[in-house]
Every structure is written in structure tokens, then in C-alpha cells.
């Protein structure tokens, strides 16, 4: 009898032991999983204009016409789906786009939307008002530059 109640009780002495670790180690995860994200702090030049393979400032000054119908035909091959120029479709209306962000954060947009809208808050916060999320279309640089040549003309 006795023997049995001890051992039960040094089963149940352990299972407590063993949650009690369990939840140490979560707390300490936990703690981890903050300091990574104080780390990961925007720098301006992001904040600006966004995350991704664009790395320096990009300058629209004049339209250049045959960039821009280039990239009117990758929008309705590649953006049309989600989005329209006037009205919230899938995604936001891209009509006023460039009067709204720079050149590079609608390119960092276009190339690298899962980092955009895991870390960017202009990104984030858009997000949150939309259920879908946008994918990655695989454009090449040059191709994205097209799109926003397009987007810049049709914000003017
Ligand atoms: C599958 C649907 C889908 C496709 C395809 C898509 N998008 Fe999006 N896009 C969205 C959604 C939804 C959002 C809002 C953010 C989110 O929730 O993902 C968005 C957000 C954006 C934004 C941010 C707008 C802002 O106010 O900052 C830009 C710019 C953009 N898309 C451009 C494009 C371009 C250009 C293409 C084509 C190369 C494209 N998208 C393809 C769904 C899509």
C-alpha cells in the first residue's frame, strides 16, 4: 500500500516537474522571440521605401510612354486579377498609388510581398484590411519597373 502511494505520488511529484520545466523553457522562448523583434527594426531608408531587392531610391521624372504601355500589359497579365485602378477589388485600388508611395517600395512590393507585408507596418496595416493576401508574381526587376512606370503615369 504504502509503496503504491509513493509511487504515485513520485509520478505525479515528476509530471509536475516536467510541466513545470515545459512551461520555463515556453517563457524563455518567449523572451527570445521579443528581443529578435526589437532587433529587427526598419531602417528609414525601408520605412521609405519598403524591403526587398531594391536598395537605392528610384526617380520617375518624365513618363517614358513605351515603358509604361510595356507596363500596362504586364499589370492586366499579372495584377489585374486582384486589382483595378478605380475601385478595392481583391486587393486596394493602384490608380493613386505613386502620389502614395516611392517607386522602390511599390518595386520591393511587387518582388518580395511576403517580407513586405511579414515586416513593413504601411504593408502590414494595408493587409489587415484585406483577406487575401498578395503573392509573389516572379517579375523580373526590369519588369516591375515597367509596372510602376505604368502605375506612375496612371497616378498623375
Ligand atoms: C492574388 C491577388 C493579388 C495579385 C495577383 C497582386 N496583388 Fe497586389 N495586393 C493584393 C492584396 C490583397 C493587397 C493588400 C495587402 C495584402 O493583404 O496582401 C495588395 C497590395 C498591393 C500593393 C500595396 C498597396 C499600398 O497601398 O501600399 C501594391 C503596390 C500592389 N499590391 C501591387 C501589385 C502589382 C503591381 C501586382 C502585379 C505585379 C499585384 N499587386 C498583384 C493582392 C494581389
Do not use: W
Request: glycine fraction near 8%; charge should be negative.
Amino acid at each position: 500500500m504504502n509503496i503504491q502511494v509513493s509511487k504515485i505520488t513520485g509520478l505525479i511529484v515528476l509530471t509536475a516537474a516536467l510541466l513545470i520545466g515545459c512551461g520555463k523553457s515556453s517563457d524563455d522562448e518567449k523572451g527570445n522571440t521579443n528581443s529578435q523583434e526589437e532587433k529587427q527594426e526598419l531602417t528609414e531608408f525601408e520605412i521609405r521605401n519598403g524591403i526587398g531587392p531594391v536598395d537605392e531610391e528610384i526617380t520617375i521624372d518624365e513618363i517614358d510612354p513605351e515603358l509604361a504601355k510595356e507596363g500596362m500589359r504586364i499589370f492586366d497579365m499579372k495584377c489585374g486579377a486582384c486589382h483595378k485602378l478605380d475601385t478595392r477589388y481583391v486587393g486596394p485600388p493602384l490608380g493613386g498609388i505613386m502620389n502614395a508611395r516611392t517607386p522602390a517600395y511599390v518595386m520591393n512590393m511587387i518582388l518580395n510581398p511576403e517580407e513586405m507585408l511579414a515586416k513593413h507596418p504601411v504593408a502590414k496595416s494595408i493587409g489587415s484590411e484585406y483577406p487575401t493576401r498578395m503573392t509573389n508574381q516572379q517579375l523580373t526587376r526590369e519588369k516591375a519597373r515597367a509596372v510602376v512606370e505604368y502605375l506612375a503615369q496612371e497616378s498623375q
